[in-house]
């Protein structure tokens, strides 16, 4: 089993920058690959960033390249996303997620363990 708890959501200015943290609870964090997810009100959950278990191979979705950098650090069970240049349509509850696959998974029916996400509010 692995417990996910998100942090560092906030209301911020449209062009300004946030810091989710993802914090792991057990023993296997660096078994599994990590993704963000975020929902919009009336919208899908979408794929946001993943990021392999050893950090090698990172994936970002189109809307986000670019001003979003995901990272990991194995030793502390944490996977970081870092946001910048932030616009109102970024707007949305933001989840981590695990996944036991090494198969590039950006659905997210696919992955195995999910935070209780933390809100982003961007203001124009």
């Known amino acids: 089993q692995v417990q996910l708890v998100e942090s560092g959501g906030g209301l911020v200015q449209a062009g300004g920058s946030l810091r989710l943290s993802c914090a792991s609870s057990?023993?296997?964090?660096?078994?599994?690959?990590m993704g963000w997810f975020r929902q919009a009100p009336g919208k899908e959950r979408e794929f946001v960033a993943r990021?392999?278990?050893?950090?090698?191979?990172?994936y970002y979705a189109d809307s986000v390249k670019g001003r979003f950098t995901i990272s990991r650090d194995n030793s502390a069970n944490t996977a970081v996303l870092e946001m910048n240049s932030l616009k109102p349509e970024d707007t949305a509850l933001y989840y981590c997620?695990?996944?036991?696959?090494?198969?590039?998974?950006?659905?997210?029916?696919?992955?195995?363990?999910w935070g209780q996400g933390t809100q982003v509010t961007v203001s124009s």
């Open positions: 997620a695990a996944d036991r696959s090494i198969v590039r998974h950006i659905t997210a029916d696919e992955y195995d363990y």
């Open positions: 057990g023993r296997t964090f660096s078994m599994y690959a």
């Open positions: 990021i392999s278990p050893n950090g090698w191979n990172i």
